[in-house]
């Protein structure tokens, strides 16, 4: 097993032991200036990325230009450096590839809602993080950019499709970074890497100003972290409606960081280890049983209960509207450089999905959101009579580079999609429903490798999950278990 190791760049004494609140708070109170912060980034991800390959863009420049006129009362997390994935919302004059040969140098003008609401918290941009093509694979390769590896294990997969965000978080490059998660890709990495990560309710971030949605509502747009406090913060820094949003999410009733501030209620946990009938990995297993156990000690009720949904019927839905989008993206691309892809420019699953998508009528389309939205309905009937559902984060622990990314290909889209859900079982169920999930890093294997556990709330109940993920951040910290030896930082 090698794990990286580097040597940070020294800058910032105690730069690892800090979250993204923890370096704003240093810099608000001029202990340390945002330019020092951010060549410690700069440095640690100079160290690491070779080992790593996470980072598709360096923009060292703009970030120092950034933090030379940023006032570090600017916003909640002023000064503290930031990635951004090569998919998602826009920043105007950096380039955005979503992974894909296809995109060239596409470069947008302008900034999408949801990095103008980062970058008025005072977040300074100085990298963008790989990405497999247009977000389909749940590891993090490419033909663009190649493979990136896991911080904890270099022959494994760090997930996908925020894999190189996760990475570089992992890594202690920066203490959070930009993710966005369309079928478990903020929770799949978040689980390899040993992190927090948190999706969140339907539309309770924004996605325009270029789409009303992603994904026909599957995708939203949010971080992967270091710390249940940053990902309140955060939660609570960027969302709310945005002007001409076909929908929004309910209203939260209280600061989700005043929410983690309060002592815990007991809870009512539904748990189980499987869903559909797949098998679920020993480790994965353990995970979750430990977490009940952790719960059970900590005064919640949990029982063993399941949601009675078609997954067969969940996972057509999910693969229709992923091929659907997939190709209009695809045919657009085409259209504007005005000539269409051929197969040399798309990875192998983007292929798969294109042609899928040729035999998918208007017909299919409909009756997939009507199964979603069916799905969501009967998912919020169980929820009913419990406050959370536990479950493993993915079904097998982190695979080996190159499993996930060329498995079963030459055995065509249903093949493909059966080891995808192998992989991941438990994840696609709140991007259909669009109700909050979150993956936290309670358990490591014997041989150190990090294992998630899930816990999903009520529609709109992001408040449930980050306190009880603050609890259990409390009674089992994780903070300070990562994968660097970093002795003297």
Request: contains cysteine.
């Amino acid at each position: 097993m090698s794990k990286v190791q580097a040597t940070p760049g020294g800058i910032v004494q105690g730069y690892d032991r800090m979250d993204g609140l923890g370096l704003a708070h240093l810099i608000r109170t001029r202990q340390i200036s945002a330019a020092e912060v951010l060549e410690e980034a700069i440095a640690r991800l100079i160290e690491v990325n070779p080992s790593l390959n996470a980072v598709a863009e360096k923009l060292f420049d703009r970030g120092r230009a950034q933090v030379a006129v940023t006032s570090p009362r600017a916003g909640a997390f002023s000064g503290v450096p930031l990635v951004m994935k090569d998919i998602g919302t826009t920043v105007g004059g950096v380039r955005q590839t979503a992974g894909s040969l296809l995109a060239g140098d596409y470069t947008p003008d302008h900034d999408g809602e949801y990095a103008k609401r980062l970058f008025g918290q005072g977040f300074v941009l100085f990298a963008t993080s790989t990405a497999p093509e247009f977000g389909v694979v749940y590891a993090t390769e490419s033909t663009r950019f190649g493979k990136t590896l896991n911080p904890w294990d270099t022959a494994l997969t760090p997930g996908g499709s925020s894999g190189g965000s996760a990475a570089l978080v992992a890594a202690g490059v920066v203490p959070l970074a930009h993710a966005n998660d369309g079928g478990g890709s903020i929770r799949i990495p978040a689980s390899c890497t040993g992190l927090f990560g948190l999706k969140p309710t339907r539309a309770r971030t924004p996605a325009g100003p270029d789409i009303g949605e992603h994904w026909s509502g599957l995708g939203i747009e949010f971080a992967l972290t270091r710390t249940v406090r940053d990902a309140a913060a955060l939660l609570d820094a960027v969302h709310g409606p945005e002007l001409g949003a076909p929908y929004a999410a309910p209203p939260a009733a209280v600061s989700y960081q005043a929410a983690i501030a309060r002592p815990p209620k007991r809870l009512r946990i539904a748990m189980c280890r499987s869903f559909g009938g797949h098998d679920v990995d020993p480790a994965c297993i353990a995970a979750v049983e430990d977490a009940a156990a952790l719960l059970r000690d900590l005064g919640h009720d949990v029982v063993e209960a399941a949601p009675a949904l078609d997954i067969d019927q969940l996972q057509w839905a999910l693969y229709v509207i992923i091929a659907a989008n997939t190709r209009s993206v695809v045919d657009m691309i085409g259209m504007i450089r005005g000539a269409p892809a051929t197969d040399d420019e798309i990875e192998p699953w983007t292929r798969l999905l294109v042609e899928r998508s040729h035999s998918i009528s208007a017909h299919d389309y409909a009756n997939a959101l009507t199964v979603i939205h069916r799905i969501g309905r009967d998912f919020a009937t169980f929820l009913v009579d419990y406050d959370v559902l536990l479950t493993p984060t993915l079904g097998q622990r982190p695979q080996p580079v190159g499993e996930l990314y060329t498995a079963d290909i030459g055995q065509g889209f249903e093949a493909v999609c059966r080891r995808n859900l192998e992989f991941s079982p438990f994840t696609t169920l709140y991007n259909v429903s669009g109700h909050p999930a979150a993956s936290v890093p309670l358990y490591w294997t014997e041989d150190d490798i990090p294992i998630g556990v899930q816990i999903g709330g009520r529609f709109g109940d992001e408040e449930t999950l980050l306190t009880l993920a603050a609890e259990l951040e409390g009674a089992r910290p994780w903070f300070g278990r990562r994968p660097l030896s970093r002795e003297h930082s």
